[in-house]
């Protein structure tokens, strides 16, 4: 199995400013990687698929970067409505399909 | 625009079945794999399995004995059963279209969840 992990765990960052979150993956998953974004109540939201595509619909401020086993989301300027949680996911080795544990990006 | 829709009694006993179906409208369930993954209180995501139109299916091997999933292309629902139950598996269950075109891949569009409780 492939293990997702998540960094930081928290991150505080205030609106306007970059956030950069980071996900390693325990062996290589080429570029089979996903982000997704959850909000309290809601069901995740697919964000970026192929480690650096954005979904339909994704603002250009959120971009991902890195193949192999380690990757980053970043959000250029946060919005008030990015704080959230964020996930990956890899789909290249599976069963299973596995996520990292998430990182909260909260309001400093 | 796929949409999906999470049905199934909200409470379930210890040691029972969990029973959940999801209704995918606005397209058809055809040429897709669906999944389902679940989200414990305040935890993070866990796969549970994969079913193709074609009713092939995966799961993921930590619950594979006891996950069951079907699929009814004449309703365009597919289902999920989970026996032998447990307070563990308490959970937001999600079902969600997974990957595209037949290929899998990513999770998108998900259905709103639906939490499921085990308690007597």
């Known amino acids: 199995e492939i293990v997702m992990t998540q960094s930081p765990a928290t991150l505080s960052v205030s609106p306007g400013e970059r956030a950069t979150l980071s996900c390693r993956a325990s062996?290589?998953?080429?570029?089979?990687l996903a982000w997704y974004q959850q909000k309290p109540g809601q069901a995740p939201r697919l964000l970026i698929y192929?480690?650096?595509t954005r979904a339909t619909g994704i603002p250009a401020r959120f971009s991902g970067s890195g193949s192999g086993t380690e990757f980053t989301l970043t959000i250029s300027s946060l919005q008030s409505e990015d704080f959230a949680v964020y996930y990956c996911?890899?789909?290249?080795?599976?069963?299973?399909?596995?996520f990292g544990q998430g990182t909260l990006l909260e309001i400093k | 625009q796929v949409q999906l829709q999470e049905s199934g009694p909200g409470l379930v006993k210890p040691s029972e079945t969990l029973s959940l179906t999801c209704t995918v409208s606005?397209?058809?369930?055809?040429?897709?794999?669906w999944s389902w993954i679940r989200q414990p209180p305040g935890k993070g995501l866990e796969w549970i399995g994969y079913?193709?139109?074609?009713?092939?299916?995966n799961n993921n091997p930590s619950l594979r004995s006891r996950v069951t999933m079907s699929v009814d292309t004449s309703k365009n629902q597919f289902s999920l059963k989970l026996n032998s139950v447990t307070a563990a598996d308490t959970a937001v269950y999600y079902c969600?279209?997974?990957?595209?075109?037949?290929?899998?891949?990513?999770?998108?569009?998900w259905g709103q969840g639906t939490l499921v409780t085990v308690s007597s």
């Open positions: 969600a279209r997974w990957g595209i075109a037949g290929r899998p891949g990513w999770f998108d569009p």
């Open positions: 079913i193709s139109n074609s009713g092939s299916t």
């Open positions: 062996q290589s998953v080429s570029a089979n």
């Open positions: 192929g480690a650096s």
């Open positions: 606005g397209g058809s369930i055809s040429n897709n794999y």
């Open positions: 996911q890899q789909y290249n080795n599976w069963p299973p399909i596995t």
